[in-house]
């Protein structure tokens, strides 16, 4: 380990070296973006389709069976999921997570656009969504009011809107909660067939008088001129004015005929906050960006416009997550002093100059982990400082064992120098090979599939590079410090904590490992009945991939029957509304009815508009994440049994998008046998305990009027049948013939051509429809059609291109999805399906597999690295058995925590026991790279063995006591994403440094490696 002695000879370039990163490690902590959660970007794409009037079934043949056929021919498609109701028809392509995103995004573009001119002409919209976790709104805020017209309410928050626009680091600033302006032509059919003015022809006359087509350009000598032509509408006046009709030197203008007046779209978003009518801002900001400069930049804008609000109006911030963010860091701030005093704590025994070296090593590897983190692209998030502090237990191990080996050889009667050299020199390769095992036990996390591994990627890196900077930390600038600080006449036996410390091993440990060298086979046995009886615990914690969400905040979501209105939708919000009143605990509540929230969390999507869903989203003040628990429990009894609707309250949770923890997946081609199917399903999950909240989208039919029209007849009377399929559209919904602009910089406005009605239509517009034939009478349409009432599949599903349904379900507080789970399963394995049907398990099933699947090939790797990395450091194969032998014993401390602390074995909990089998094999190296050197002075094997035992008892017992004291804040905080983690590697430190120091001496007895006997070499220390 030259490298030591290079850095105690030139101690200057060290230093200046170390005084680079550090100042690049406080850079990268200033400017480092910053968020909640880590920026995760997936090739997932939303194509969602917009067709009014369509039914279920007619969507699926007119659209989405043509456009699944040219997707599903695309390269790399991992999955294609439609959701398929009246009018609308939404597409989820996933492509295979390592496709690159932008150029699939470009692949949809191109295809979706080349499948338009075979797609039928008179679609609404079809628009295509991207996916990625900035999306999530940084801001949302109200804008209340209970007399300002939506019009000023509209005219306020646009005028908001335009002044956040101008911010750079914000994207997606929308308002949501007010009708659409519109122009609404309203035609008079009596007065249009006494003009024998046929209906198609007023809407040509619209459509032709609204074209703005360039003349081109002239020249005339040297100059040139643009031309221009009629143009678009300026003002709702000319649209009256339009001529609809000329003949025999008669005009007919659109007034003469219709009534055209301004107004506005039918609701079908409704907001509110606090129960108070409003209107929704959300803004979210830019990919890596910091949300603290973001916020910055915002509030001034905010804090101006409120100023200019008028008496009638008040404005509401009531999600602001810059605020979350900076609650969440300051705990975290928090959490770093607790653990780093904890550490200063566990490192007494060495004396105060030797720990004040080691805590000199913590900020230069910080510093310098962060540096690499910001070099690679990471940000700072609570997943990454999770890592940080998780690397503070272990980054002061590597200059802990070197720092108390220079103090042994210090206390031998080298000099400061000397031994700060030799020490190293002795252990080097030791910490080598510990650092090189802790990186490798880390490396699944980082090369982890899906979405799940881009998620805690971050966490695993922030170890990785704080580590390995503390690698090199241990090796340069600690003995560098060591040769300066530490004192050379010190006391043989140490300080009054180590000799304290020495006095409990000798007394308690060495007489154990004695009696444990005896009786190697007894060691071996009762060691073995703990680690098998640990394993039956796995079975008592269950298994739950991701925990719920320990934020102050959930959501409640109503659905009424398919047919209901928004007003009686309404009726049910205002219900609930009263009811939250009721709870101190909540701060905010935002009313959403005919639409989802807008988007406010990670993983959760809002869903599309509807008329029969309402969604609130509701903000604590600050509970605890069982507080919270309490709460939603209460209101689930509350909400459980109201009439006509459904009504849930669900948390929200951490990991990849998720439709339900429990999803039962089942195809099958007829509609009707599927709803059957599926009904019999709903039913079996319902009676399976510990489920709530059974949904199958399919066991209610909804039922539709069908106008049956009388093909034959309508031919004979020259009447096209999209003649009568359009006069139906103009009558019910209205025709959107186009489109103008009231004033330079204002939004376009649509003008909707429809016949006179009240706010919604009913049964009497088909008494009045009129139909013109191809000579231009006018034909009433009762005389070419039936109109009856029908049921029909409200909603139909693919999946690759196969119908399917899904039932799902919710779990109970108490539960553990996979034992639910587990016991569904069970009973629809015995169930009769029909002959083409199945069931395929989705949801937490689902995504345990993506998360998980092909990690075995990278802990293959991992393990069969850790066996490289101890053969090439100890020559031999027994060395390296004995090593890894310790990796069981941190298992039975880790599932004994998880079981006395009522947590389930989760996914951060699984990263945790990666993590520790790095750090026990650490401190297994330490042990047995010491007993090979003492049987190379040629100490008997086992007088080497006890020791060795005794003499790295202290290094070893520092290092995971350090470990322990870094994680005790995370453990504490009881934050059910990280918790389990620091749970689990502090009971599995705890179990494996007590039984490792007796297990790894004894296997060392029983498969005694090979060494040659070297004698006493120059420099050697004497035995303690």
Not at 962 to 990: C, H, K, M, Q, W
Request: charge should be neutral.
């Amino acid at each position: 380990m030259r490298i030591a002695e290079f850095s105690v000879k030139n101690y200057q370039f060290t230093l200046i070296m170390f005084a680079l990163v550090l100042a690049m490690g406080l850079n990268s902590l200033i400017n480092m973006p910053r968020g909640e959660d880590p920026e995760t970007d997936q090739p997932s794409f939303s194509i969602v389709v917009v067709y009014p009037g369509t039914s279920p079934e007619d969507m699926e043949k007119l659209v989405v069976d043509p456009m699944e056929k040219r997707i599903n021919e695309l390269d790399d498609i991992k999955r294609l999921t439609t959701s398929i109701n009246d009018g609308l028809a939404v597409f989820r392509v996933d492509y295979k997570h390592e496709s690159d995103k932008d150029e699939k995004y470009q692949e949809i573009i191109r295809e979706t656009d080349a499948l338009r001119k075979e797609l039928p002409q008179d679609i609404y919209s079809i628009t295509i969504q991207r996916f990625s976790s900035t999306d999530v709104n940084i801001l949302q805020l109200a804008l209340m009011s209970e007399t300002a017209s939506y019009r000023e309410l509209q005219d306020k928050v646009e005028t908001l809107e335009e002044r956040l626009e101008k911010i750079k680091s914000l994207k997606k600033i929308e308002s949501f909660g007010f009708p659409e302006q519109e122009v609404k032509v309203s035609l008079n059919l009596e007065k249009l067939a006494q003009n024998r003015i046929p209906v198609n022809a007023v809407l040509g006359a619209l459509q032709s008088e609204n074209v703005n087509i360039p003349g081109g350009r002239i020249q005339v000598n040297t100059r040139n001129f643009n031309i221009k032509t009629s143009g678009e509408y300026k003002d709702i006046e000319e649209i009256r004015n339009t001529i609809v009709y000329s003949a025999n030197g008669k005009i007919v203008y659109l007034k003469d005929v219709a009534q055209v007046e301004s107004g506005y779209e039918n609701e079908s978003h409704i907001t509110r906050l606090n129960g108070h009518r409003a209107v929704l801002l959300t803004a979210s900001q830019k990919e890596g960006q910091n949300i603290f400069k973001v916020d910055d930049a915002i509030t001034p804008v905010l804090d101006e416009f409120e100023k200019e609000l008028p008496a009638t109006m008040k404005m509401v911030r009531n999600f602001e997550q810059a605020k979350s963010v900076e609650k969440r860091l300051s705990r975290f701030a928090k959490d770093f002093i607790i653990a780093i005093l904890l550490v200063a704590i566990t490192l007494l025994p060495l004396g105060t100059r030797a720990a004040i070296v080691v805590m000199i090593s913590i900020p230069l590897s910080i510093f310098t982990g962060l540096f690499l983190l910001d070099s690679f692209g990471f940000t700072i998030n609570q997943l990454s400082i999770v890592g940080l502090i998780v690397a503070l237990g272990i980054l002061v191990d590597d200059s802990i064992v070197v720092i108390e080996n220079i103090e042994r050889y210090l206390r031998a009667g080298k000099g400061k120098r000397e031994a700060s050299i030799e020490a190293t020199k002795q252990i080097g390769l030791a910490v080598l090979g510990c650092t090189a095992t802790l990186i490798l036990a880390f490396l699944p996390l980082v090369f982890l599939p899906e979405a799940a591994g881009d998620f805690i990627r971050s966490l695993p890196m922030a170890v990785i590079f704080t580590v390995l900077a503390s690698l090199f930390v241990s090796l340069t600038i600690v003995p560098f410090l060591a040769s300066r600080i530490l004192k050379t006449h010190v006391s043989s036996e140490g300080n009054i904590f180590l000799r304290a410390l020495k006095k409990l091993i000798h007394g308690t440990y060495t007489r154990l490992l004695h009696w444990c060298l005896r009786h190697p086979w007894a060691t071996l046995g009762f060691t073995l009945v703990l680690f098998i009886a640990s394993l039956g615990l796995f079975k008592v914690v269950g298994f739950s991939l991701f925990p719920k969400s320990e934020k102050p905040q959930f959501l409640i979501n109503i659905e009424t029957p398919s047919s209901t209105s928004i007003y009686e939708t309404d009726r049910i919000a205002r219900y609930v509304e009263e009811e939250l009143k009721k709870e101190k605990e909540i701060s905010y509540f935002t009313s959403n009815v005919g639409k989802g929230n807008p988007r406010i969390y990670y993983n959760v999507i809002g869903r599309s508009e509807s008329s029969n869903i309402v969604q609130f989203f509701v903000q604590l003040k600050g509970l605890t994440t069982e507080q919270k628990t309490k709460l939603i429990d209460k209101l689930r009894d509350k909400f459980m049994f109201y009439p006509n609707a459904k009504i849930e309250v669900k948390d929200f949770e951490q990991g990849p998008p998720l439709e339900a923890p429990i999803a039962m997946r089942i195809f099958g081609e007829n509609l009707d046998t599927l709803r059957s199917v599926s009904m019999k399903i709903e039913e079996i999950i319902k009676k399976t305990e510990g489920t709530i909240y059974v949904n199958n989208p399919l066991s209610n039919q909804q039922t539709d009027l069908h106008v049956k029209i009388n093909k034959e007849k309508a031919g004979q009377l020259g009447v096209a049948i999209s003649d009568i399929d359009r006069a139906i559209r103009l009558g019910v919904a209205g025709l959107n013939v186009g489109k103008f602009t009231p004033g330079e910089g204002e939004d376009e406005i649509n003008i909707n051509v429809t016949l006179p009605k009240k706010k919604y239509s009913d049964l009497n517009v088909f008494n009045t429809l009129q139909v013109n034939s191809i000579n231009g009478q006018a034909i009433p349409l009762r005389q070419l059609a039936v109109v009856e009432f029908e049921t029909s599949p409200n909603l139909i599903r693919h999946y690759d291109k196969n119908r399917f349904a899904t039932v799902t379900s919710f779990v109970k507080s108490g539960y553990l999805y996979e034992n639910v789970t587990n016991d569904v399963i069970k009973k629809l394995d015995a169930f009769p399906f029909p002959k083409g049907y199945y069931y395929v398990a989705a949801g937490e099933v689902e995504n345990k597999q993506e998360s998980f699947g092909g990690l075995s090939t990278i802990i293959l790797i991992t393990v069969f690295g850790f066996i490289a990395v101890l053969v090439l450091e100890f020559g031999n194969f027994k060395s390296t058995l004995i090593v890894l032998s310790v990796i069981p014993l941190g298992v039975i401390g880790a599932v004994t925590m998880l079981f006395l602390t009522g947590n389930p074995l989760s996914f951060v909990a699984v990263v945790g026991l990666i993590a520790l089998a790095g750090i026990e094999v650490k401190n297994s190296i330490l042990l047995v790279d010491f007993t090979h050197q003492l049987r190379e002075r040629g100490v008997e094997l086992n007088e080497a063995i006890e020791k060795a035992g005794e003499i790295r008892f202290v290094p070893i017992v520092l290092t995971s006591l350090t470990a322990i004291g870094g994680l005790i804040p995370l453990a504490i905080e009881g934050n059910p994403l990280y918790s389990p983690l620091a749970l689990v590697i502090i009971g599995g430190l705890i179990s494996s440094t007590l039984l490792s120091r007796l297990v790894t001496p004894v296997m060392y007895k029983l498969l005694p490696p090979k060494v040659e006997v070297l004698g006493e070499k120059p420099g050697d220390i004497p035995l303690e």
